[in-house]
């Protein structure tokens, strides 16, 4: 049997394209790994084959494995060691000949330790915000505020002030409630400190209107008030905590709020109402409550963290997506959070699992912006289960073949320079009375700016594709190769997709520019400033 190979677009691990007129290849066969290979250990993989001289006799000059020089005994039989790192590889074998002729074998091995689908992956996510970055999220905020809608904001919190009516309405209780606040203007700043963000905020000409529900022995009533001032000024540092699911929640210690100017219009309410529910109180509690309420999405957004359960389209599939916060730390340098993550494609959970590849902590260094580190088991998870649904299995164009998945795609360091890439193992198209085909594909991971700029996503660069013939047919002479490329191309459009759903930092108000993305420890590490 015969293994020719046909590189379209980029070689892989260091093989060469065969174009135009080519010297007839030495004969080729590689008979250990098999193909599709999964193991639960990394270390010293043994490659074997089988090499002779093609027809016309030129000698056999040497065979390589990945770059490692393969011994060679007089029967033409071939061995190699080669290191298996946890995740995808490509084992590339490449035998030469005297007279320049080249046949190459590619194919996958994968190791790691099968978990379920749906498992919790620890640490899934890590993000670290500068001192800068938070300065200027700050900024935007200001920005912001003055189109929010603070009377929704504030709306759950009424009454905002009450007193008499633990136990319910009772012969003398009163109760404010907040209508409307509008401001004409607002500065927030944001500096982080150990514990926290110190939280300095100004709103300008704040004016709240509301009404007040109460009683006098027993006598009922309801009369509107306003309250207004010629600016709230409001410090105190900003606790964030771990809410489970619900992301981050915040707490302002020890506020302190200014308010010069203060003017209250309350016609008709009771003396005593008004020594029971001071209306002052009202804008000294709502002034901080807002501009905290308003503040917490913003860094949960920044943060990745998102807010409670997530149903998402993928390929008209629905994923369900989970993030919980497992630490959050501050220093006057930045803040850092960490992210547990759970994920299921519906439909996926009887899939066999995933190959789960142990992760260091990640080392994220925000510069004067935001820097992540995404886990690729979090990415391996979701691709191993929309493998499981056949969602990458494809129709190649004008034939009746099919591309198929004989393993779940991985992302993983290249060995030889750290960078992440993405693997399409040892995928089959069976060409019928043609015979077989694997292919193999590798993949770059870049980083793009989605949402007007707002936020990140990762994008997969141009696939390099190894093409293997399995049977005596060439590669060439099956005229598939453009079939082939345009449907490992599709294949990367639909995983492209359903990377975009991992939640990337995104931040109302500001750009997310000079993004770059390296790998390190089993992380996918993305880097980014803000303007």
Same mark, same amino acid.
């Given at each position: 049997?015969?293994?020719?190979?046909?590189?379209?677009?980029?070689?892989?691990?260091?093989?060469?394209?065969?174009?135009? %007129?080519?010297?007839? /290849?030495?004969?080729?066969?590689?008979?250990?790994?098999?193909?599709?290979?999964?193991?639960?250990?990394?270390?010293?993989?043994?490659?074997?084959?089988?090499?002779?001289?093609?027809?016309?006799?030129?000698?056999?000059?040497?065979?390589?494995?990945?770059?490692?020089?393969?011994?060679? #005994?007089?029967?033409?039989?071939?061995?190699?060691?080669?290191?298996?790192?946890? @995740?995808?590889?490509?084992?590339?074998?490449?035998?030469?000949?005297?007279?320049?002729?080249?046949?190459?074998?590619?194919?996958?091995?994968?190791?790691? %330790?099968?978990?379920?689908?749906?498992?919790?992956?620890?640490?899934?996510?890590?993000?670290?915000?500068?001192? /800068?970055?938070?300065?200027?999220?700050?900024?935007?905020?200001?920005?912001?505020?003055?189109?929010?809608?603070?009377?929704?904001?504030?709306? /759950?919190?009424?009454?905002?002030?009450?007193?008499?009516?633990?136990?319910?309405?009772?012969?003398?209780?009163? #109760?404010?409630?907040?209508?409307?606040?509008?401001?004409?203007?607002?500065?927030?700043?944001?500096?982080?400190?150990?514990?926290?963000?110190?939280?300095?905020?100004?709103?300008?000409?704040?004016?709240?209107?509301?009404?007040?529900?109460?009683?006098?022995?027993?006598?009922?009533?309801?009369?509107?008030? %306003?309250?207004?001032?010629?600016?709230?000024?409001?410090?105190?540092?900003?606790?964030?905590?771990?809410?489970?699911?619900?992301?981050?929640?915040? #707490?302002?210690?020890?506020?302190?709020?200014?308010?010069?100017?203060?003017?209250?219009?309350?016609?008709?309410?009771?003396?005593?109402?008004?020594?029971?529910?001071?209306?002052?109180?009202?804008?000294?509690?709502?002034?901080?409550?807002?501009?905290?309420?308003?503040?917490?999405?913003?860094?949960?957004?920044?943060?990745?963290?998102?807010?409670?359960?997530?149903?998402?389209?993928?390929?008209?599939?629905?994923?369900?997506?989970?993030?919980?916060?497992?630490?959050?730390?501050?220093?006057?340098?930045?803040?850092?959070?960490?992210?547990?993550?759970?994920?299921?494609?519906? @439909?996926?959970?009887?899939?066999?699992?995933?190959?789960?590849?142990?992760?260091?902590?990640?080392?994220?260094?925000?510069?004067?912006?935001?820097?992540?580190?995404?886990?690729?088991?979090?990415?391996? %998870?979701?691709?191993?289960?929309?493998?499981?649904? @056949?969602?990458?299995?494809?129709?190649?164009?004008?034939?009746?073949?099919?591309?198929?998945?004989?393993?779940? /795609?991985?992302?993983?360091?290249?060995?030889?320079?750290?960078?992440?890439?993405?693997?399409?193992?040892?995928?089959?198209?069976?060409?019928?009375?043609?015979?077989?085909?694997?292919?193999?594909?590798?993949?770059?991971?870049?980083? #793009?700016?989605?949402?007007?700029?707002?936020?990140?996503?990762?994008?997969?660069?141009?696939?390099?594709?190894?093409?293997?013939?399995?049977?005596?047919?060439?590669?060439?002479?099956?005229?598939?190769?453009?079939?082939?490329?345009?449907?490992?191309?599709?294949?990367?459009?639909?995983?492209?997709?359903?990377?975009?759903?991992?939640?990337?930092?995104?931040?109302?108000?500001?750009?997310?520019?000079?993004?770059?993305?390296?790998?390190?420890?089993?992380?996918?590490?993305?880097?980014?400033?803000?303007?």
């Amino acid at each position: 049997m015969r293994h020719l190979a046909l590189l379209v677009a980029f070689p892989v691990v260091g093989s060469a394209c065969i174009v135009g %007129e080519q010297p007839d /290849p030495p004969l080729l066969r590689v008979t250990s790994p098999q193909r599709s290979l999964i193991q639960d250990h990394t270390g010293p993989l043994v490659v074997t084959g089988t090499v002779a001289p093609n027809p016309t006799g030129a000698a056999v000059d040497r065979v390589t494995v990945n770059d490692t020089r393969a011994t060679i #005994q007089s029967d033409g039989t071939f061995t190699a060691t080669i290191d298996l790192p946890a @995740g995808a590889t490509l084992i590339h074998t490449v035998a030469t000949d005297a007279a320049g002729g080249i046949a190459t074998d590619t194919r996958s091995a994968l190791a790691g %330790e099968r978990r379920a689908p749906g498992s919790s992956i620890q640490n899934a996510i890590a993000a670290s915000i500068s001192a /800068p970055a938070f300065t200027q999220i700050g900024r935007a905020a200001g920005q912001l505020i003055k189109s929010a809608d603070l009377k929704a904001l504030i709306a /759950p919190l009424n009454p905002v002030v009450h007193a008499g009516d633990e136990a319910g309405p009772d012969c003398l209780y009163g #109760q404010a409630f907040v209508d409307n606040i509008t401001i004409t203007d607002a500065r927030i700043s944001l500096a982080p400190v150990a514990g926290g963000l110190q939280l300095s905020a100004t709103l300008d000409h704040p004016d709240i209107t509301g009404h007040a529900r109460y009683a006098v022995s027993c006598v009922n009533g309801q009369s509107n008030f %306003e309250i207004k001032a010629t600016s709230a000024s409001i410090s105190g540092v900003l606790a964030l905590s771990i809410n489970g699911a619900s992301g981050l929640s915040t #707490q302002l210690l020890s506020p302190a709020v200014q308010l010069p100017g203060l003017d209250i219009t309350a016609t008709g309410i009771p003396g005593a109402i008004l020594d029971l529910i001071p209306l002052e109180k009202v804008i000294q509690l709502v002034a901080p409550t807002a501009a905290r309420l308003f503040v917490t999405p913003l860094l949960n957004d920044a943060l990745g963290t998102l807010t409670g359960p997530q149903k998402l389209p993928v390929l008209g599939q629905t994923l369900d997506l989970q993030v919980t916060p497992s630490a959050v730390a501050f220093t006057p340098s930045g803040g850092d959070v960490m992210l547990d993550m759970k994920l299921m494609i519906e @439909g996926a959970e009887h899939s066999p699992g995933f190959l789960f590849t142990p992760n260091g902590a990640p080392a994220l260094e925000p510069g004067g912006g935001l820097a992540l580190g995404i886990a690729d088991d979090l990415a391996n %998870e979701a691709l191993a289960q929309l493998a499981a649904k @056949g969602l990458l299995n494809l129709q190649l164009p004008g034939t009746t073949a099919q591309l198929r998945l004989t393993s779940p /795609p991985m992302i993983s360091a290249d060995p030889a320079d750290g960078k992440l890439r993405l693997i399409l193992p040892d995928m089959m198209v069976m060409l019928g009375a043609k015979g077989r085909m694997a292919v193999n594909a590798q993949i770059s991971l870049a980083l #793009q700016p989605a949402d007007g700029g707002t936020s990140l996503a990762i994008e997969l660069g141009t696939p390099a594709i190894a093409l293997d013939s399995l049977d005596d047919v060439p590669v060439a002479d099956s005229g598939l190769a453009p079939a082939i490329q345009t449907t490992t191309n599709d294949q990367r459009g639909s995983i492209t997709d359903l990377l975009k759903n991992i939640p990337l930092p995104k931040v109302g108000g500001l750009t997310l520019a000079d993004p770059s993305v390296t790998g390190g420890r089993g992380y996918v590490l993305v880097k980014t400033t803000l303007k």
